[in-house]
């Protein structure tokens, strides 16, 4: 047990004091605390004030500096807002003393208190630590093998944003057994109302580690479900924040997610931790830029254009614009006439090819090559042409008429318009790479009349912006969080690879929840897609909220969907977290025992999810609302007063509830395009949930669900 356990079920005094004067009991280390957290939050408040009083009238020379001053002083208003129930600090390390080094700099038995964000007081002393600093990192690895100095190590459990508990362990003491935090725990099992929330009280050592990773370097965490992976990736972009603040204000950072349900239920972690620049995506959402997206592609179809060779076909299709000149140019500046031959011409186009130059990038170039051929007679001759001379033979009608000629500009949409629609263009370009079969099923049955009547599909806009790279570079961002990362195509990689191709990535996955035809079967090869084949891949086994009983339960699929993969191992018990009933009768017998085990759910504290197939989903609303029960869609925010949500199979990856009813598992794997995608489906949908699972079905079980 721990050295000291402390607990109030009172009311907490809010002021943290225990007599008329003031003054806390020193005997009293919860009031003392609480005391702490009272002056802590005035403090918070007291800078928040300071903020909102500046005055930036005599500071900006216009109104242009002036709105962008405004703008950073809101953005940090907001930042140090007090969220009521979001504790202000969650932790308490007290070190021995000074050792030299950074991580306790000026130490030397002082004490720390740890939390989201930093608080002074109005001399500038600190209240909290941001749990970022290197001081605060032996909160998370700090241990009785290797305390790293600290003497005590003090954990806070709060009640509606009050603190009312705090949990000791003397890390140096010999006499103190080691122990599991009951604190922790709790917090780590604490229910599920509203979206997603940080993990920053509850990081493991190994989760820190990948956390504090440097910008320098790509990381990819190969992660069971529960074993926090997304969380583990945001944090690390807050920590990256705050460490190279600078240089990824200038560069910028994103979060890539699969959807916008999963984009809707993460979105809170990072403005509770103070952060509020980072912005969030789908890989549709990147691409998505000049085209609409009508149309679906066959999984087929899908694969295809989805594979890295497509890179290769639309090189070939762009390159295929430049021609051999077959005049000379002849550029006329007053009485004189300035002739360059065609074979010159043609050494400056193979030039251009040679270096790999972007298409639109050699466009440009090419027009200031014949000018500086002409500069070159002009000074033969005599003259003495500068820069403007330059600039104006670059822009001479017959330059224009030859660079048209030799290097048009090119259209990508139209490009990938074409190779979609034209059979000959098609083999032309993909002759070597593609199959007689693959082209036909890249072929459009009724070939569009324009870019914007085409009902392009989403794998076909991920074509369209790898052309869009080949014309024009795309821009690199300082990082990106890439989730659910292993359903993505080696195109769609390649899409994300071009936002980061300048700065580093944190790539999240599981390589058994890869529910897409085209998902990958390793990280080597996906990373190689990315750019980022040097990336380091860590691996997280230890699973923290779906219990021991449920993912032993999933990993049964484990063998069929990804082998040689290793399951999680939970550190949760929790005996009667799973029940398996078989429903006799027919479809509305099933219907109606979905519908009662939702109600045994919701007498439990915490959300409620109903997954079910998504041919499902539009029987089983109509079945709930006959019972009298409202639903909400994924992404819509769960409260007290509504907590129950109808989930498709197809947009349950990455969420979490409390409590899951899934119905008809065979129906999820049927409503896949193959049995491997749909066991990884069933997968996904048997992971989510975070306290007790009822799996119903009146069809057999598939086969690898049942014990041998």
């Not at 907490?12 to 605390?33: C, R, V």
């Not at 608080?119 to 009785?144: E, T």
Request: charged share 25%; hydrophobic share 40%; with cysteine.
């Amino acid at each position: 047990m721990p050295a000291h356990v402390a607990e109030s079920d009172s009311t907490p005094d809010p002021t943290g004091t225990t007599d008329p004067t003031g003054a806390t009991d020193p005997t009293d280390p919860l009031a003392h605390e609480r005391a702490h957290l009272a002056a802590s939050r005035a403090a918070l408040r007291g800078m928040r004030e300071d903020v909102q009083a500046l005055d930036i009238r005599d500071v900006t020379a216009n109104w242009v500096n002036a709105a962008v001053l405004q703008a950073q002083i809101d953005d940090r208003i907001k930042a140090l807002a007090d969220l009521s129930h979001t504790p202000l600090f969650f932790g308490r390390l007290d070190y021995l003393h000074a050792v030299g080094g950074e991580l306790a700099e000026g130490a030397d038995g002082e004490r720390f208190y740890i939390g989201r964000r930093h608080v002074h007081d109005a001399a500038g002393d600190p209240m909290v630590i941001d749990w970022r600093a290197p001081v605060s990192q032996p909160y998370y690895q700090a241990s009785r093998t290797n305390p790293q100095d600290v003497g005590l190590r003090r954990r806070f459990g709060y009640t509606g944003g009050e603190l009312t508990a705090y949990e000791d362990e003397h890390l140096t003491d010999p006499a103190e057994a080691e122990h599991t935090s009951r604190l922790l725990q709790t917090e780590i099992e604490r229910p599920r109302v509203g979206p997603m929330r940080d993990i920053v009280a509850t990081i493991q050592p190994e989760q820190d580690e990948i956390v504090r990773s440097g910008l320098g370097g790509t990381v990819c965490v190969q992660g069971g479900p529960g074993t926090g992976k997304t969380a583990v990736g945001l944090h690390r972009v807050a920590f990256l924040l705050y460490a190279h603040r600078e240089r990824l204000a200038r560069t910028g950072t994103l979060v890539i997610g699969p959807n916008r349900s999963f984009l809707h239920y993460i979105e809170q972690v990072l403005p509770a931790l103070g952060e509020l620049e980072v912005k969030q995506a789908t890989v549709d959402d990147l691409v998505r830029t000049g085209v609409e997206v009508r149309g679906e592609d066959e999984a087929a179809t899908a694969v295809v254009k989805g594979d890295a060779r497509m890179a290769e076909v639309l090189r070939r299709a762009i390159r295929s614009h430049v021609t051999a000149p077959v005049e000379p140019v002849v550029v006329v500046r007053g009485s004189r006439r300035w002739r360059v031959p065609a074979y010159e011409i043609q050494e400056m186009v193979d030039e251009l090819l040679a270096r790999d130059m972007r298409y639109g990038a050699a466009h440009e170039a090419l027009p200031q090559r014949i000018a500086h051929a002409v500069l070159v007679r002009m000074e033969e001759a005599g003259e003495a042409p500068d820069d403007r001379v330059q600039n104006s033979v670059a822009r001479n009608p017959a330059v224009k008429a030859a660079v048209k000629a030799v290097w048009p500009a090119v259209d990508p949409a139209k490009v990938v318009l074409r190779l979609l629609s034209d059979a000959e263009f098609l083999a032309a370009h993909a002759g070597g790479l593609l199959s007689e079969e693959e082209q036909k099923r890249l072929l459009w049955a009724k070939p569009a009349r324009s870019v914007k009547s085409a009902k392009w599909s989403a794998a076909d806009a991920v074509l369209i912006d790898e052309a869009g790279d080949l014309v024009a570079r795309t821009h690199s961002l300082g990082h990106v969080v890439l989730d659910e990362a292993q359903d993505l195509s080696p195109m769609q990689y390649r899409a994300v690879g071009r936002r980061c191709s300048t700065g580093s990535a944190t790539v999240l996955g599981d390589l058994a929840q890869g529910t897409t035809p085209w998902s990958t079967e390793s990280w080597g090869e996906a990373l190689f897609h990315l750019g980022k084949a040097d990336a380091v891949v860590e691996e997280l086994t230890a699973g923290f909220r779906v219990p021991r009983e449920v993912i032993a339960y999933a990993s049964r699929l484990l063998p069929a969907i990804s082998p040689g993969l290793a399951a999680v191992e939970s550190v949760r018990e929790s005996p009667g977290s799973l029940a398996v009933r078989e429903v006799p009768g027919g479809p509305d017998e099933l219907d109606a025992a979905v519908v009662a085990a939702c109600e045994e759910s919701l007498r439990h504290e915490g959300s409620i999810g109903l997954i079910a197939a998504d041919a499902r989903i539009p029987v089983l609303g109509a079945a709930l609302e006959a019972s009298g029960h409202a639903y909400l869609s994924p992404g819509e925010e769960t409260t007290a007063a509504s907590r129950l949500t109808l989930v498709p199979a197809s947009l349950a990856k990455g969420l979490e509830y409390d409590y899951v009813v899934l119905d008809e598992p065979a129906a999820v794997v049927d409503g896949e395009p193959d049995e491997r995608t749909g066991l990884r489906r069933l997968y996904v949908a048997l992971t989510r949930a975070v306290s007790g699972l009822i799996v119903l079905h009146a069809a057999p079980l598939p086969e690898a669900l049942v014990q041998r």
